[in-house]
C-alpha cells in the first residue's frame, strides 16, 4: 500500500496571501495524484489530477506541482472560500487507492 | 448536471447490516467505474470499494473485505453498498463517486463528482 503524508496539519494563513500544501508518496506515484477541497457539509471537490491539470471550473488561483513522492498544491491569493481541508490522493498503484490525512486550512 | 445522491444511512447495533444505495443522473451511468469512499468522524477520507462497468470487477480496502459488498444495477443508475458485520469504526459518511474517463476512453481513478454523503453511525 502507497502511503500518502501530507504537511503541515493545519496551515494558517492570512487572507490575500499564498499558501503552500505539501503530500509525500512512500513510493514513487509518477504523476497519478489528484487533490481535493472539502467543507464541512459539502461533498469533497477536484481540484487537481495528473498532479498539474486543473479541474474543470477551478480557479487559476490553485495550481499544483511535482511527480514521484513530492508534490505540492499552491493557492495564491487566499480567498475567505479557500478555507476548507485538502486531500491529497494517489491513484497510480491500486487496490487501495489511498488518500493523505488531510491539510486544515484556517485563517490567521 | 451530473448528480450522485446517496441513501440508506442511519444508526445500527454492533453487528448489523445496512444498505447503502446511489442514485445517478445526468451521465450514462453503465459506463463508468464507480467507487464508495468513507469519511469517519474527525478522521481523513478512506477509499472503500470500487466497481467496473459492468459489475464483472470489484475492489475492497482490506478493512471491509469480506463484510462490505459493493453492486451496481445498471438500469436503475444505482450503487450499492451492502454492509454486514458492522464495527463501532465502520461509523462515517460514505460517498459514491464517479471515476472519469480521458478522452481516449481510458479510465482514471481519481473521483468527480461526489455525492453529499449519507451517515451511517454504528452503536449500541
Known amino acids: 500500500e502507497i502511503v500518502m503524508t501530507q504537511s503541515p496539519a493545519t496551515l494558517s494563513v492570512s487572507p490575500g496571501e499564498r499558501a503552500t500544501l505539501s503530500c509525500r508518496a512512500s513510493?514513487?506515484?509518477?504523476?497519478?495524484l489528484a487533490w481535493y477541497q472539502h467543507k464541512p457539509g459539502q461533498a469533497p471537490r477536484l481540484l487537481i489530477f495528473?498532479?498539474?491539470t486543473r479541474a474543470t471550473g477551478i480557479s487559476a488561483r490553485f495550481s499544483g506541482s511535482g511527480s514521484g513522492t513530492e508534490f505540492t498544491l499552491t493557492i495564491s491569493s487566499l480567498q475567505s472560500e479557500d478555507f476548507a481541508v485538502y486531500y491529497c490522493?494517489?491513484?497510480?498503484?491500486?487496490?487501495?487507492?489511498?488518500f493523505g490525512q488531510g491539510t486544515r486550512l484556517e485563517i490567521k | 448536471e451530473v448528480q450522485l445522491v446517496e441513501s440508506g444511512g442511519g444508526l445500527v447495533q454492533p453487528g448489523g447490516s445496512l444498505r447503502l444505495s446511489c442514485t445517478a443522473s445526468?451521465?450514462?451511468?453503465?459506463?463508468?467505474?464507480m467507487s464508495w469512499v468513507r469519511q469517519s468522524p474527525g478522521e481523513g477520507l478512506e477509499w472503500v470499494a470500487n466497481?467496473?462497468?459492468?459489475?464483472?470487477?470489484?475492489y475492497y480496502v482490506d478493512s471491509v473485505k469480506g463484510r462490505f459488498t459493493i453492486s451496481r444495477d445498471n438500469a436503475k443508475n444505482s450503487l450499492y453498498l451492502q454492509m454486514n458485520s458492522l464495527r463501532a469504526e465502520d461509523t462515517a459518511v460514505y460517498y459514491c463517486?464517479?471515476?472519469?474517463?480521458?478522452?481516449?476512453?481510458?479510465?482514471?481513478?481519481?473521483?468527480?463528482?461526489w455525492g453529499q454523503g449519507t451517515l451511517v453511525t454504528v452503536s449500541s
Open positions: 513510493r514513487s506515484v509518477s504523476s497519478n
Open positions: 445526468g451521465f450514462t451511468f453503465s459506463t463508468y467505474w
Open positions: 495528473g498532479a498539474s
Open positions: 466497481i467496473k462497468q459492468d459489475g464483472s470487477d470489484k
Open positions: 463517486a464517479k471515476h472519469p474517463r480521458d478522452s481516449s476512453g481510458y479510465f482514471e481513478f481519481w473521483f468527480d463528482p
Open positions: 490522493q494517489q491513484y497510480n498503484n491500486w487496490p487501495p487507492i489511498t
